[in-house]
Structure formats: structure tokens, C-alpha cells
């Protein structure tokens, strides 16, 4: 059993949370739904939990696969680690290890994100992945030069 502590939160804070869980119908007790509520927006902070390959993001749960000739060699994405047959390794030492010979990973593994049914070239998450980080530096550098632009006027925009 958890120990209960008490905080002090602000009265229209506390009525939310009131109005939320009489809305819902929840059976849950009040002292549970604040811990829940607590747990996941301290999961939230943390941001993404999973892989970080290079530029893309592969999220826990995550599925690699490489295909030889005889066989369909699997790893998953577990706490940020890829983990294949027990062994947290990188991508090129997945392909290496299931292939038997050094390969490019980009070109030889496959990725099925959770949720997905389809597995996903992993040089197409990659090249997804850099070009959205083109389109995000374009913005902010327009952004920015539209700044620029207004500091340098009298006139405010």
C-alpha cells in the first residue's frame, strides 16, 4: 500500500478535478485519479521514450526486420534499447549479427511501428524524418527573417 500525502492545490483547480470525475462517472477514487493524473503528466515530461537512430525516432514496442535467406530475424525497441535475441546492439550490429555479413541497416531492415500493421523501410523513416526536419528549419528561418524584418522597421507589425 502507497503511503497518501496531502498537497495543496488551488480551489478551482480542485473543482475541475471534481467536475472531471463526476462527467465521467468515474468509480475511481479521487486519491487515485490525482495519482493517475500525476503518473502521466510526469510520462509526458520525459518525452518519447524508444530508439533515437540517427535522425529517427523509434518508439518503444517498435519491430525490426531483416530477411535472409533462410529465415526472419526480429528485434524490438524495449526501454530505448534494440534488443535482438536477448543482446541490446545498434541497427548495424542487427543486420550483422542476423545476416551473417555487414549490410547498410538503413537498406536491409524493415520497421513496424507499434499500432501498425505495415512494415516500413527503415530508409523511408529516414529520409520522412530528414525532410521534416528541412521543412521545420524553413519555418523558423522564415520566422525569423519575418522578425528581423520588424524589428528593423519604425512601424510595429
Given at each position: 500500500m502507497n503511503q497518501l500525502v496531502s498537497v495543496p492545490i488551488a480551489l478551482p483547480t480542485l473543482r475541475a478535478l471534481l467536475d472531471y470525475q463526476a462527467e465521467h462517472a468515474?468509480?475511481?477514487?479521487?486519491?487515485?485519479?490525482?495519482?493517475?493524473?500525476?503518473?502521466?503528466?510526469?510520462?509526458?515530461?520525459?518525452?518519447?521514450?524508444?530508439?533515437?537512430?540517427?535522425?529517427?525516432?523509434?518508439?518503444?514496442?517498435?519491430?525490426?526486420?531483416?530477411?535472409?535467406?533462410?529465415?526472419?530475424?526480429y528485434a524490438t525497441i524495449v526501454g530505448g534499447e534494440l534488443i535482438y535475441e536477448g543482446v541490446?546492439?545498434?541497427?548495424?550490429?542487427f543486420a550483422s549479427a542476423s545476416l551473417g555479413t555487414v549490410r547498410n541497416a538503413w537498406k536491409a531492415i524493415?520497421?513496424?511501428?507499434?499500432?501498425?500493421?505495415?512494415?516500413?523501410?527503415a530508409t523511408r523513416l529516414r529520409y520522412s524524418a530528414e525532410a521534416e526536419a528541412r521543412r521545420k528549419a524553413y519555418r523558423e528561418a522564415a520566422r525569423a527573417r519575418e522578425e528581423a524584418m520588424c524589428t528593423s522597421r519604425v512601424e510595429k507589425c
Amino acid at each position: 500500500m502507497n503511503q497518501l500525502v496531502s498537497v495543496p492545490i488551488a480551489l478551482p483547480t480542485l473543482r475541475a478535478l471534481l467536475d472531471y470525475q463526476a462527467e465521467h462517472a468515474s468509480e475511481q477514487d479521487f486519491s487515485d485519479l490525482v495519482d493517475r493524473i500525476f503518473r502521466e503528466w510526469l510520462a509526458r515530461q520525459r518525452g518519447p521514450q524508444g530508439y533515437l537512430w540517427k535522425t529517427v525516432m523509434l518508439p518503444d514496442g517498435s519491430r525490426l526486420r531483416i530477411t535472409s535467406l533462410q529465415r526472419a530475424h526480429y528485434a524490438t525497441i524495449v526501454g530505448g534499447e534494440l534488443i535482438y535475441e536477448g543482446v541490446s546492439m545498434s541497427p548495424n550490429q542487427f543486420a550483422s549479427a542476423s545476416l551473417g555479413t555487414v549490410r547498410n541497416a538503413w537498406k536491409a531492415i524493415l520497421v513496424q511501428l507499434p499500432g501498425e500493421l505495415n512494415w516500413t523501410p527503415a530508409t523511408r523513416l529516414r529520409y520522412s524524418a530528414e525532410a521534416e526536419a528541412r521543412r521545420k528549419a524553413y519555418r523558423e528561418a522564415a520566422r525569423a527573417r519575418e522578425e528581423a524584418m520588424c524589428t528593423s522597421r519604425v512601424e510595429k507589425c
